[in-house]
């Protein structure tokens, strides 16, 4: 399987409850490698254009004010087939689906405040990625 990377965020419901250390934890037993990672907090409008392929989505607004609603922690994960695996170790979108031992499944609060990011494809990847870090940021 080829090598790969992805986008996490660890989110703001998490930062505030001092998740940031088990959840990396889960993704470091996973085999899924931090090559880059920083805490940063972000403005209503910088979260909208990360999130813009959801703009016409009823929750939208409110997970634009969510993400700015505290720090988040930005990471690039890398590992073989690591869009896949980071997908499986975070679980299903809403806790209540999301498979036992997944991020989701311990941590999440709910369907929005859901604790974690992760890139859905290749191109999504590279482009979040490049979106919070530079080319000199990633020391894989
Ligand atoms: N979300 C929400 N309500 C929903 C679906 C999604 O608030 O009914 C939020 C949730 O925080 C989710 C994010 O929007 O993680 C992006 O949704 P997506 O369907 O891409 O889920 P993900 O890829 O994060 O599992
Ligand atoms: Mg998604």
């Known amino acids: 399987m080829a090598v790969e990377r992805t986008l996490s965020i660890i989110k703001p419901d998490a930062t505030k409850r001092n998740l940031t250390g088990k959840i990396n934890a889960k993704f470091e037993e996973a085999g899924l490698r931090i090559i880059a990672q ?6 209503p409008a910088q979260a909208g254009v990360f999130y813009e392929v959801h703009k016409e989505r009823p929750f939208y607004g409110e997970l634009c004010e969510f993400m700015a609603s505290g720090p988040v922690v930005v990471q690039v994960l ?13 679980g299903a979108t809403n806790p209540a689906d999301a498979a036992p031992g997944t991020i989701r499944a311990e941590f999440a609060e709910s369907v ?10 290749p191109e999504t990847a590279a482009a ?10 990633l020391v894989g």
């Open 128 to 137: 979040e990625i490049a979106y919070y870090f530079s080319g000199l940021e």
């Open 112 to 121: 929005g405040e859901n604790s974690v990011h992760g890139s859905d494809a």
């Open 78 to 90: 890398e590992g073989d087939g690591a869009i896949a695996k980071n997908r499986e170790v975070m």
């Open 38 to 43: 920083k805490r940063i907090q972000l403005t």
